[in-house]
């Protein structure tokens, strides 16, 4: 048996302190023998964040995974190689799992496991978004996470997800004009999955309106920034809560924004989840933002929209979710 524990040394947390995570294995589970540092970030983290909630696997390729959280930056990994004679871990890449503000309705702590396929499987429990003494934290859906051939992480909700689906709409190829929105009628829900495809072409931002009330007061902004770094030829995904909801309980927060590299003439795939307070946005299988939101329950439809010039939807299809719990299932279509 082998237990991880994270934490911090070298200064004050939040500060200047260096990440950590202690290795430790046992025969029984009841004595535990120390066998020394996995691993010390003094490189890849920012000064200051701890290594918390450590989750170690084999995610293939001959590399190891650690998935952990920072209480300065929230959900975040490591790939790299682990060496089984000195069990020590080393880093090779760094990246997030959450880009802004962790308190605020996104992501927290994860935990993370192999199935009996030998997948890597990750969940994570969300923060609330807003005052409240009914609700708190939840849970995000499972996530597989595999390694593509360059080694780069890759991610998408498990497949198991799709036996919830059910009557299912779709749109067809769509051109969206420069600045204009486009309402797809008899596609929305507060229950959903939508899988869309859309060629970004000439637009500067593209992406979907979704929980967009009847006078679109209310709405949830899912979009890419097309090359917004130029010297780098990098693309922005983002979610963008600031008109999610009307309600004075709701919190302030700026947009979920992460890095999303596609290839000339790549289209953006988007699988997006939503679960009546939580968004979760996949992309092309190589990044996902998740947030709370807080909708009124007539704010329940989706939209299309481009800026700066036109761009195209390819595909779109939309299936309302049913609920795994049987006292929910009154709930579902609505």
Known sequence: YYSVSGT?????????????????????????????????????AEPGEDAAVPNFWPI??????????????????????????????????????????WVVGSLHAPSATIDDSGRYLGIFNMHTGKDSADT???????????????????????????????????AGPTYIAPNSEVPLD?????????????????AREVGL???????????????L????????????LQIDVSESSQSGLVW??????????????????????????????FANDRQCLTVRVYPHQLSRGVSLFARGGGARLLSLDCWQMRSIWPELRTYEGR
Do not use: C
């Open 8 to 44: 911090f040394q070298g200064g004050e947390r939040g500060a200047d302190a260096v990440g950590v995570d202690h290795l430790f294995r046992s025969e029984d589970l009841a004595e535990w023998e120390y066998l020394g540092p996995l691993m010390e970030d003094t490189f890849f």
């Open 60 to 101: 293939g390729n001959g590399k190891y995974m650690l998935l952990l959280f920072s209480h300065k930056r929230a959900g975040r990994y490591y790939i790299g190689e682990y060496d089984t004679e000195s069990h020590r871990f080393r880093p090779e890449t760094h990246g997030r799992m959450n880009y802004g503000p």
């Open 136 to 170: 708190d934290e939840m849970m995000t859906l499972p996530r597989h996470y595999w390694l593509d051939s360059d080694d780069s992480l890759m991610m998408a909700p498990v497949n198991e997800v799709e036996s919830l689906r059910s009557d299912h709409r779709s």
């Open 186 to 202: 008899d596609i929305g829900g507060q229950s959903i999955e939508i899988r869309a495809t859309i060629a970004p072409e000439e």
């Open 209 to 223: 309106y979704v929980l967009r009330s009847p006078n679109g007061a209310e709405r949830t902004r899912i979009s």
């Open 225 to 236: 920034y097309p090359n917004d770094h130029r010297r780098f030829d990098t693309s922005s």
């Open 252 to 281: 302030a927060r700026s947009p979920e924004i992460g890095p999303l590299k596609l290839s000339e003439e790549e289209p953006l795939e988007l699988r997006v989840f939503i679960d009546r307070s939580i968004i979760e946005v």
